[in-house]
């Protein structure tokens, strides 16, 4: 498995992204995507599925050492009581003594960032998470966050596909030192049906799903693309064997506009 490694972190370039998967459909997910392979699972405290996952991970066999777990406190939890009541509850859910990777889901415009980021500096400190990190972080909150943290940021996750305009956050996040996690990056299903990523997979022997996640981690872009379904999580991680040309690449990126956000 390809990895990307900020600030002495090693995550996986592909994980399973568990939104809105519940119960024995969540469990079996994960587990099916372990032994496949997959090695990293990204869940989160607002998607009520934690105890879901670590049951897959528990009936996948595979190691926990193995595995990059990755959870977030919710927007409403940012204020330092909170955010560590709501970190060990994740880990009490997923029945775990510490997470690979701990993120701010959502900034909170009314709890002051500097009491937020000094509670996600403490989860890591006391072991709760080997790494910390944020998520849907604009530039000016990357540089805001980076300068109160006493450790090191290692990712900014945040909604980025082919058909959304994110140039300006992906520097300022690699500036930072940090990864680039893409949630949304088949942008929910939109890429399957895309005729420009159809007919370059067509010439790769892939699917238009697998150019569009391919065209990220080519850019050693993390993604979290979400499925149940045994042939797609097949069909997701089958795309670390062929390789996009320039020219691909440039067809692909012209498809970005400033006005492709879907998540609100």
């Not at 701990?102 to 980021?117: A, Q, R």
């Not at 530039?139 to 090191?152: F, G, H, Q, R």
Request: proline letters at 5%.
């Amino acid at each position: 498995m390809q990895t990307v490694e900020p600030n002495s972190a090693r995550i996986p370039l592909i994980g399973l992204g568990t939104w809105d998967l519940r119960g024995k459909s969540c469990a079996r997910a994960v587990e099916e995507a372990l032994r496949l392979g997959c090695r990293h699972i990204d869940t989160a405290a607002m998607y009520r599925n934690e105890e879901a996952v670590g049951e897959g991970l528990r009936a996948s066999g595979v190691p926990r050492g193995e595995v990059f777990i990755t959870t977030k406190v919710w927007s409403s939890d940012l204020r330092a009581r909170d955010f560590e009541r709501s970190a060990r509850d994740s880990l009490k859910n997923l029945k775990l003594d510490h997470v690979d990777l701990l993120l701010i889901h959502w900034p909170n415009s009314s709890i002051p960032l500097k009491e937020t980021v000094g509670a996600l500096c403490k989860m890591k400190r006391e072991g709760v998470a080997r790494h910390v990190g944020v998520s849907n972080f604009t530039p000016a909150l990357i540089d805001e966050a980076v300068k109160l943290s006493t450790e090191p940021l290692v990712n900014n996750q945040f909604e980025l596909h082919p058909y959304f305009d994110q140039a300006k956050t992906i520097a300022a996040t690699r500036k930072a030192g940090m990864s680039v996690t893409a949630y949304s990056p088949v942008a929910r299903g939109r890429a399957t049906g895309d005729a420009l990523l159809s007919r370059i997979g067509k010439a790769h022997g892939k699917t238009a799903a697998q150019v569009c996640l391919r065209y990220l981690v080519q850019q050693d872009i993390i993604v979290i693309p979400k499925t149940s379904r045994p042939e797609r999580l097949k069909e997701n991680f089958a795309i670390f064997d062929f390789k996009l040309a320039p020219a691909e690449m440039k067809e692909i990126a012209a498809l970005a506009s400033p006005h492709g956000r879907i998540v609100s």
